[in-house]
Each structure stands twice: as C-alpha cells, then as structure tokens.
C-alpha cells in the first residue's frame, strides 16, 4: 500500500503491522493505549463530525494543544476532508492566536484545556468563528467535549468519506504552520502531503527504528520536528507514548523504556549537567572514577578508531559508570535525535561514548523540515556538523556562504505572502535557508551562523553571534547569552546566569545567600563570570573575544516575549529592553 497522503499513515500500519498501542497517554495514573484500529476508526468520526459541521475542503481548522493522542485524531481527520490544519503553540499571546486565526480563516478550533480555552475564547470575540466549532480536548464547563464531535460523526457512514479522500492530491495544502521568527508577524509556512512524506521517505535510513520499538514523544507536535518525526514513526510501525509534560520526562522514560526520542539541545545540556552535579557529589573512589570516565567520554570520536588501550578504558567505563546513565534514561534508549539548534560536539561525544547514540539533523519549517541528519551508524555521522544530506536532497553554497536547498520537501510557500515567498524561493527554485554555512569532506554539512544576525564591528570585522554564544552556554553556570556589538568597536555579551548552579557555587565559596538581583552584584560572582568569559574567549580569534559582560538577574522566556517558541532568542527585543545596559558597556573606558 502507498502512503500518497497524510491520513494513509494509519491504513498503511493497520495493513503492514497493526498495534495494539500504536498510541499511549498516562490517564488518571495509567498508560492507556490507543491502537491502530481504534485510532482509525476515531479519525473518520473526526471527519465525518467536521463535515456535518458544515467544513469543507480547503478550510483551516486550528490545533492548539500540547501532545496527546487527540492531536494527532484531529490532524488526520482534517486532512482527510481535504481542510487544512492550522498547528499552534500553547503558548504564544491572544494576539497572536488573533492574527494567525484572521490570517488563515480559520473555521474552527481544537484546543487541549480550560486555560487555553479561554485564551481562544478571547481571540475569537469579534471574528467569524462559531463557538460551536470549538472543542476541547479536556472538559471545560461551557465548552463542547471533543466528544460531542465524534458522537456528530457517528449519524454519518464512513463510507460516505471515501469521495472526500480520493479528491486529495500529494501535492494539495495539507497544513499551514506559523512561523514566529525573531522579528515581524508570524508567517504561514504552506507545506503539502508530499512535502511532509517526502521527507519522511528520504529521512527514514538515517533513523533505526522498526515495528518492535516504542517512541516518547515530548518536542511540541505543532513544530514540524516533531511532526514530521511522528509521521515517520508511524510508518515504520513504531508505538508513540506521549509524556505526562516536561517536568515528568525523566520519570516518562523509565516507565516506557523508549528504543528513541527526539530532543532539543538545551535539554540534552540539562540531562548532562545534571549527571555531571551527582559526579561532584561522589566522594573517594567513586568521584575519581566518574570523572575518568568523563574524560574518555569527551575524547570520543566516531570518525576514529583510538586504539586498544582506548577502547578497553571506555567498556570499562561502559560497564562502571555510563550503564547507569542509560539505566536512568530507560535502559533501552538506542539513539536520540536533536534538531531545532546547535548541539555542542561535547554532549554528542559523551553520549556516544555511553552507547546513546545522538543524531544531530538541520532544517527548517520551510524544507519539512530534515535537510541533512547524522546518522545512526558511524560512517554517517560527524561530530560538529548536522551531518549528510538525507536522499534526494541538494544543497549548493552561495558566494556569501548562504546555504541554499532544492528538494520535493521546499514549501509551496507563504500564505498569502508571494513577495516573501519571491524572496525566499528564487527564480530556480533554491530555497535559501538564511544559514551560513560549509560541506566538511564534501559531505557533512557545517552551520556557521545565521546570515541576519552575523554583525559588523565598528573594524569591519564579522562576528558571528550563535559560535560565540554556543560557546559560552557550554558551561554550566551559563544559562543563556547573547552577543552585541554591531558597529562598536569590540563584542560584548549579556548573559544569564543558572541560578540553581551558581547558587550551589556560591555556597562553596561562601558567598551569602541573596536575592538573584543581588547575588548577581556580588564582587565574587562577578570575577567568577568575567573569568569564564576570558576562559572562553580562547577559541576565538582577538577581534571575536567578549570584552565585556553584563549579568541579568531573569531568564529570558517564550511569556516574557523575549524567546520564540522554540526557544530562539528574539534578539530585537532583548536589545530594546537591555538598551541602556548595553549603552553602559561602552561608555566605559576604551579596552
């Protein structure tokens, strides 16, 4: 059978290997499986719901939830009456939810919770969007069950639905995603069927994953990461368990026992600097050892066989200390997939090293999104960069070190946007990504830097922001940073401390306890930050070293405004509100 479509995702695994858990939620205390069959049976309910609300092909129909089964329900039966999904993040602002629903024309809503509820609730006063085309997920008073939609379907015949799926091409508009960016209204990312299975297709031999297997899934599904991941797990027959929420991940996944996951790097930082605090807390033999082991860790390399003795330390260490880090992670975890930023080469070496393979990938909304993935074996994977192309992608580097992409996974565009969709898409059909970047051996493909955000000093040197950042962010008093400097005469950060760790520091170095306002002013930490910014400053060349720092005492947040929702830094903003610190650093006297 062939997967032409979305919705033949679920006919496909019910022909080739149906599953009695083909989906899993923790409800009132328990993982409660959905199967295949069940689960298709309740997406024609969906569709045949939908349609006796009066929906019809081409309509938008928004998604606003954090993942659960009925995601996914809802997602397949939108498309299989030809709408358009319209996927949104929790938590993004009412107005937000107010442009992207009157941009789009969006017809009706799926949305988790009573708090989301109301937000939604709140958007769609004033707009031409029945409240009776609002569902739930969960029961909220005064707002219809998702039930009540399936139980709408049950008065048609599924029968009924098969014209409405024949009538549905690869090529026609599945679903319209909204970028948010660093700056400006979001965008609607229009990608098709084929732009999404395609890339599924042409992805699937760099991922390990069969039938036997199972999947936690936590990444937001209306990100195309996961999206995209989800479809392809579900075609290779792969039982997809939804964690309870971020907080309960570890917990999660001794209870699944995932064979994979897919992450973000700033989580994988923070399974890494948490393993490293217990290390410090080991005593005697126990502390020399886990730090031994770490030290091998760092030096693994998958290009590189490092010989006997290398080789004997690190199943030594396998069997000492990394067994316990898999143990932690569900003991079965064969390989764990990061996307959605840069990976610091150290936290891929040291999971590899412990036997968890980690596949660092790169793309965009815009490409559906996987452009080049590390692999699962060796040979397919380079530490340091996003890895190969994935099958029957091309990619070629601009003069100015742009990457550009050309594949049957490029978007058919912005939604009502063509002058933006004329400058991304140019004349030939390369996609031009907005990334600098290099191919390492004429086949791993390296990110350098965002082309928008690399700046000029006041010299007429180049910085690249995101190297120097990543760079700094590798330590664990580091929670966030961000460079500036454009047309001053040297880089300067503000940075972010994490307050949980420097706390720690502070206690064993006797620095009293304060507010993080307070304790960010102490002498002590001061000099602390300023040395681990001199410490860092050694990888770049003179004109690229941070000068000077600020530290702020609030993270930055997606509520706050100041990071998007998949956690890139809004950069405009973050210089608008700081803008009088940043004056500070250089009224100072010349360095």
Not at 64 to 85: H, K, V, Y
Not at 317 to 344: D, H, M, P, T, Y
Not at 405 to 412: A, D, N, P, Y
Not at 462 to 468: K, M
């Amino acid at each position: 059978m062939d997967v032409r479509r979305s919705f033949d995702i679920l006919p496909y695994q019910l022909a080739k290997f149906p599953k009695a858990d083909a989906l899993a939620a923790k409800i009132d205390g328990q993982w409660t499986p959905t199967s295949t069959q069940q689960a298709q049976d309740q997406i024609n309910l969906v569709s045949l719901g939908l349609v006796a609300l009066g929906l019809q092909r081409g309509d938008k129909v928004a998604l606003i939830s954090l993942n659960r089964p009925e995601w996914l329900l809802a997602d397949f039966g939108i498309a299989q009456i030809g709408g358009t999904s319209v996927p949104m993040y929790p938590s993004i602002t009412v107005e937000d939810y107010k442009y992207i629903f009157t941009d789009a024309g969006v017809k009706a809503v799926f949305v988790s919770d009573e708090k989301l509820f109301h937000k939604v609730q709140e958007a769609t006063a004033g707009l031409n969007i029945p409240a009776a085309n609002v569902f739930t997920f969960d029961k909220v008073a005064g707002a219809r069950h998702f039930s009540e939609l399936l139980e709408l379907g049950k008065k048609g015949q599924a029968a009924d639905l098969e014209p409405l799926k024949a009538a549905v091409e690869p090529g026609d508009l599945m679903t319209l995603i909204y970028t948010s960016g660093t700056t400006g209204q979001p965008k609607g990312v229009m990608l098709s069927h084929d732009n999404l299975l395609s890339n599924c297709r042409n992805s699937k031999r760099f991922v390990p994953v069969n039938e036997h297997d199972k999947a936690l899934s936590f990444l937001p599904l209306c990100h195309i990461f996961e999206r995209m991941v989800t479809y392809l797990y579900m075609m290779s027959g792969v039982s997809i368990y939804y964690a309870e929420s971020m907080e309960t991940i570890a917990e999660n996944l001794r209870e699944v026992k995932p064979e994979i996951f897919t992450t973000v790097p700033r989580l994988l930082e923070k399974v890494y600097d948490r393993i490293v605090a217990k290390g410090h807390e080991q005593t005697g033999v126990k502390h020399k050892l886990f730090f031994w082991a770490l030290d091998l860790g760092l030096k693994f390399d998958t290009q590189k066989n490092q010989g006997f003795v290398y080789n004997t330390e690190l199943a030594l260490a396998n069997k000492l200390i990394f067994s316990k880090w898999r143990e932690a992670l569900g003991g079965n975890l064969r390989c764990i997939v990061s996307g959605g930023g840069a990976l610091q080469p150290r936290l891929a070496r040291v999971f590899w090293a412990a036997g968890i393979r980690v596949m660092e990938g790169y793309g965009l909304t815009e490409t559906s999104p996987v452009i080049a993935v590390n692999g699962y074996e060796p040979r397919d994977n380079l530490i340091g960069t996003v890895g190969p192309l994935i099958e029957n992608m091309k990619v070629r580097i601009a003069a100015d070190g742009e990457i550009l992409t050309k594949s049957s996974s490029v978007m058919l565009g912005y939604y009502n946007k063509p002058d933006l969709t004329a400058e991304t898409i140019d004349a030939d059909g390369w996609l031009h990504t907005g990334d600098i970047g290099e191919l390492v051996d004429g086949r791993f493909l390296k990110i350098t830097d965002r082309k928008k955000e690399m700046f000029k000093t006041s010299g007429g040197k180049y910085i690249a922001p995101q190297v120097i950042e990543g760079k700094l962010k590798e330590d664990p008093l580091i929670e966030q940073a961000m460079v500036v400097g454009a047309d001053q005469k040297f880089p300067a950060a503000l940075v972010v401390p994490s307050f949980a760790d420097l706390r720690g520091w502070c206690k064993r170095h006797g620095v009293p306890e304060a507010s993080d306002a307070e304790i960010i002013k102490n002498e002590k930490v001061v000099d602390l930050y300023e040395g681990l910014v001199k410490k860092y400053n050694q990888s770049f060349a003179q004109w690229e070293q941070v000068k000077r720092i600020v530290l702020l005492p609030e993270q930055w947040t997606v509520e706050s405004g100041e990071m998007t929702p998949t956690m890139k830094v809004k950069r405009k903003v973050i210089t608008e509100k700081n803008k009088a610190l940043i004056e500070g650093l250089y009224k100072q006297s010349a360095v």
